[in-house]
Protein backbone atom coordinates (compact mmCIF):
# COMPACT_ATOMS: atom_id res chain seq x y z
CA UNK A 1 0.00 0.00 0.00
CA UNK A 2 2.69 2.60 1.19
CA UNK A 3 4.14 1.60 -2.70
CA UNK A 4 0.94 2.81 -4.32
CA UNK A 5 0.85 6.09 -2.54
CA UNK A 6 4.50 6.74 -3.30
CA UNK A 7 3.57 6.21 -6.90
CA UNK A 8 0.75 8.85 -6.71
CA UNK A 9 2.59 11.86 -7.54
CA UNK A 10 4.18 9.95 -10.23
CA UNK A 11 1.31 8.85 -11.56
CA UNK A 12 -0.51 12.04 -11.69
CA UNK A 13 2.40 13.99 -13.23
CA UNK A 14 2.15 11.58 -16.18
CA UNK A 15 -1.65 11.78 -16.76
CA UNK A 16 -1.56 15.68 -16.73
CA UNK A 17 1.71 15.66 -18.80
CA UNK A 18 -0.01 13.16 -21.16
CA UNK A 19 -3.33 14.96 -21.69
CA UNK A 20 -1.40 18.37 -22.53
CA UNK A 21 0.64 16.51 -25.00
CA UNK A 22 -3.04 15.06 -26.50
CA UNK A 23 -3.89 18.71 -26.55
CA UNK A 24 -1.17 19.86 -28.61
CA UNK A 25 -0.70 17.15 -30.85
CA UNK A 26 -4.73 17.51 -32.07
CA UNK A 27 -5.38 18.26 -35.28
CA UNK A 28 -9.03 18.10 -35.52
CA UNK A 29 -9.58 21.80 -35.74
CA UNK A 30 -12.75 23.73 -34.72
CA UNK A 31 -16.32 22.06 -35.45
CA UNK A 32 -18.45 24.26 -38.10
CA UNK A 33 -20.50 25.76 -35.23
CA UNK A 34 -17.44 27.28 -33.51
CA UNK A 35 -16.68 28.66 -37.01
CA UNK A 36 -19.94 30.02 -37.66
CA UNK A 37 -20.83 31.53 -34.32
CA UNK A 38 -17.43 33.20 -34.98
CA UNK A 39 -17.89 34.15 -38.73
CA UNK A 40 -21.37 35.84 -37.23
CA UNK A 41 -19.74 37.99 -34.18
CA UNK A 42 -17.13 39.26 -36.83
CA UNK A 43 -19.93 40.31 -39.33
CA UNK A 44 -21.78 42.53 -36.71
CA UNK A 45 -18.84 44.03 -35.02
CA UNK A 46 -17.56 45.05 -38.80
CA UNK A 47 -21.05 46.56 -39.50
CA UNK A 48 -21.16 48.40 -35.98
CA UNK A 49 -17.99 50.04 -36.80
CA UNK A 50 -19.18 51.14 -40.48
CA UNK A 51 -22.27 52.42 -38.73
CA UNK A 52 -20.32 54.31 -36.36
CA UNK A 53 -18.01 55.58 -38.70
CA UNK A 54 -20.39 56.48 -41.48
CA UNK A 55 -22.78 58.22 -39.13
CA UNK A 56 -20.97 60.90 -38.06
CA UNK A 57 -20.22 61.79 -42.12
CA UNK A 58 -23.70 61.10 -43.09
CA UNK A 59 -25.08 63.77 -40.27
CA UNK A 60 -22.38 65.97 -41.61
CA UNK A 61 -23.56 65.72 -45.22
CA UNK A 62 -27.17 66.10 -44.08
CA UNK A 63 -26.68 69.21 -42.26
CA UNK A 64 -24.67 70.95 -45.27
CA UNK A 65 -27.17 70.29 -47.97
CA UNK A 66 -30.01 71.78 -45.46
CA UNK A 67 -27.82 74.85 -44.94
CA UNK A 68 -26.63 74.85 -48.96
CA UNK A 69 -31.05 74.42 -49.25
CA UNK A 70 -32.11 76.36 -46.37
CA UNK A 71 -34.45 74.20 -44.80
Not at 49 to 68: N, P
Request: aromatic fraction near 8%; hydrophobic fraction near 55%; glycine fraction near 8%.
Amino acid sequence: MLEKIKMLPLMAYLAVHNFVEDLKNDEKGSSPGVDTGLLILVAVLAVVLVWGFLQGWLTELIDRIKRELNF
